[in-house]
């Protein structure tokens, strides 16, 4: 077959959820009448510090409860994972689209020139998870969804673009020889229950959000001590433009989430958006101290740490403080 691609692909560009795998996983879960929201309601986000080679650093992680395959079966959806290299990755991938599967598959940014990965481009390894739906063989290239981090606030987060079968195999290869780390080397994701419609309405998930933000509230507290103790130490202060970066990504994934799920009136929405602001800041100032070959002023950092401390703070004990009464009234 010279050309064929899934239908009822469409990037999942709402927000630039996390990073580029949930992206790519969200839009296989819409493409298959699946939830987002019954992942999303499934994870929390907790502040963790980190050592590096010259100080600390700050990261807000993402933290998954319940196993991905109870999230799965909820959407009558399969993956297929393999962990190996694959030599003939390219007819795997065509074999699998024939069957209806949608692939996500990591590739090596140092072999795919691109106009985001360039930044990569024969300079530095780096995984990145693109989304398979078709292709076209007379022009040997495969139809692809991707990420693009340079406009991460925008609806170009995530978009439809296509990758050479060449550059595949070396993107591939790339993967299992340096990056891999080991996750999946390719994820095929069918639908194996089409009579399953799941609601996706994100009110409906309220309850399950709530009770698993309950459930690891001593982590998510632990966390926010985190900030403190980076801005008491702001001496061994050593945060990349791209740790700033991946914590204001992280802080837009909390406010998507909280912001559907309790809804837009919520009253936490204005201070999360604040806090999503600050981290956009500091990636501001980390980026222009990175132009300038590193950081030059640490008190500038330091006051911008109490402000997100003292925010976070506050969102995160209002919030535990009324959590019972809010599953009572929903």
């Not at 839009?27 to 590096?52: C, H, M, P, R, V």
Request: glycine share 4%.
């Amino acid at each position: 077959m010279k050309h064929y691609e899934i239908k009822n692909v469409s990037p999942f560009n709402t927000v630039y959820y996390v990073d580029c795998f949930f992206l790519a996983l969200f839009t296989a879960i819409k493409a298959f009448n699946g939830s987002i929201f019954s992942y999303i309601s499934n994870d929390y986000f907790a502040y963790n510090l980190e050592k590096t080679p010259a100080g600390l650093s700050l990261v807000v992680r993402n933290y998954q409860i319940r196993p991905v395959e109870d999230l799965e079966k909820y959407n009558g959806i399969l993956t297929e994972s393999k962990f190996e290299y694959c030599h003939d990755i390219v007819d795997i991938i065509k074999e699998a689209l024939l069957h209806d599967k949608l692939i996500i598959i990591p590739i090596d940014g140092f072999y795919y020139k691109h106009p985001y990965h360039d930044l990569f481009y024969l300079q530095h390894h780096h995984y990145q998870s693109i989304l398979i739906y078709g292709f076209n063989s007379e022009r040997k290239v495969f139809l692809t969804a991707e990420a693009n981090g340079m406009e991460s606030d925008s609806e170009r987060c995530f978009y439809k673009h296509e990758i050479s079968f060449q550059d595949m195999k070396k993107c591939h290869e790339g993967v299992v020889n340096y990056v891999q780390g080991g996750l999946p080397t390719i994820r095929l994701i069918s639908k194996i229950n089409p009579q399953i419609k799941v609601n996706d309405d994100p009110q409906l998930y309220k309850n399950t959000m709530i009770n698993n933000l309950m459930a690891n509230s001593e982590i998510i507290h632990n966390g926010l001590k985190s900030i403190r103790t980076l801005a008491e130490n702001i001496n061994e202060f050593d945060m990349s433009e791209t740790a700033c970066f991946n914590n204001k990504v992280a802080s837009a994934s909390n406010l998507f989430k909280f912001r559907n799920i309790l809804g837009e009136n919520s009253k936490y929405v204005p201070l999360m958006e604040e806090i999503y602001k600050a981290w956009a800041v500091m990636r501001d100032l980390a980026y222009r101290d990175q132009l300038r070959g590193g950081v030059q002023d640490k008190k500038k950092y330091y006051h911008k740490l109490c402000q997100i401390y003292d925010m976070e703070s506050k969102l995160y004990n209002s919030l535990f403080d009324s959590m019972d009464s809010m599953i009572t009234n929903n």
